[in-house]
């Protein structure tokens, strides 16, 4: 396992964090999404982040799956192109889709480092269920575990959507080294309060020493309009920068990443904690 005490740090990494609603047509989503990917890298990102279920409809909407759901293998049809965008671009790219492996469903964020080569998928590990979010009747729970990846740009963890609420997964992630966490979201106005919505995701960048930058939704769909305003929070749990509200945007932002180095979680809290006592008290 990783000690997030000696993992040396790359300097710079500038973010793109790409805020697109969806449209019924798909292959138009997509196509948008490619060039978000390419204008993001012509402005220097070294990073491109998607919301969850990128260039889709959100389907866990309505309680009862359809015939004609978005469900592909990984790698596929629509995981290759955003490989060759990553390439084209020479970028990192986490991507946000639904996937189809063995028989079996998830929520999932495949991560390509610049090269456009597949470094892994993360798939979303804890599955709601409520109204309008009716995940259980598409997704089975992730079984990738909590990867970090080690990319050119710097070492990154995934943290989809509903599993940025349990503090033990942002914990694994800072564990393995991460330097920066990014989050797809699918984040609706009215969902949570904003304030905690927010400080959950400053809290998790606190404690653990990272940044985390949630890439969230926008648009008006049957049910639901997604918030946007998407943010960037630093190791000492500050928020650097915000979208727009229910506005198209791609949203950059230089980090550095050194300071997570110097964050209080490195310097003090990981030192010391006592992981043999939490394993007895957590069962």
């Not at 390419?38 to 990073?47: E, F, N, Q, Y």
């Not at 992630?173 to 400080?199: F, K, M, R, S, T």
Request: glycine share 8%.
């Amino acid at each position: 396992m990783a000690d997030p005490l000696v993992q040396e740090a790359f300097p710079e990494m500038k973010l793109a964090l790409v805020q697109q609603a969806c449209s019924i047509d798909r292959a138009a989503n997509l196509e948008l999404a490619l060039t978000n990917i390419s204008t993001a890298g012509r402005a220097g990102a070294d990073v491109v982040v998607f919301a969850e279920l990128a260039v889709d409809l959100f389907f866990p909407q309505h309680a009862h799956p359809t015939n004609h759901l978005p469900a592909e293998p990984i790698p596929g049809p629509t995981s290759d192109r955003i490989a060759a965008a990553a390439a084209k671009n020479n970028v990192v790219v986490v991507f946000n889709m639904y996937e189809e492996s063995g028989g079996r469903f998830f929520d999932s964020s495949p991560v390509f480092d610049s090269d456009g080569s597949l470094l892994g998928v993360t798939r979303m590990v804890h599955i709601t269920d409520y109204a309008c979010f009716h995940e259980t009747a598409y997704y089975a729970p992730g079984n990738t575990g909590a990867p970090v990846y080690d990319t050119t740009a710097g070492k990154i963890g995934v943290a989809i959507c509903y599993d940025r609420h349990y503090p033990e997964y942002m914990r694994a992630l800072g564990v393995a080294g991460a330097e920066l966490v990014v989050i797809p979201q699918a984040g609706a106005i009215g969902e949570w309060p904003a304030d905690v919505y927010e400080a959950e995701v400053q809290a998790a960048a606190f404690q653990n020493g990272y940044f985390a930058a949630l890439c969230n939704r926008t648009g008006e769909e049957e049910k639901l309009t997604f918030a946007g305003e998407s943010f960037v929070v630093d190791p000492s749990g500050v928020v650097r920068c915000r979208a727009e509200k229910q506005k198209d945007q791609i949203l950059m932002q230089e980090i550095d990443l050194s300071e997570c180095k110097e964050s209080a979680a490195r310097q003090l809290f990981w030192r010391d904690r006592r992981p043999e006592l939490y394993r007895d008290w957590l069962g």
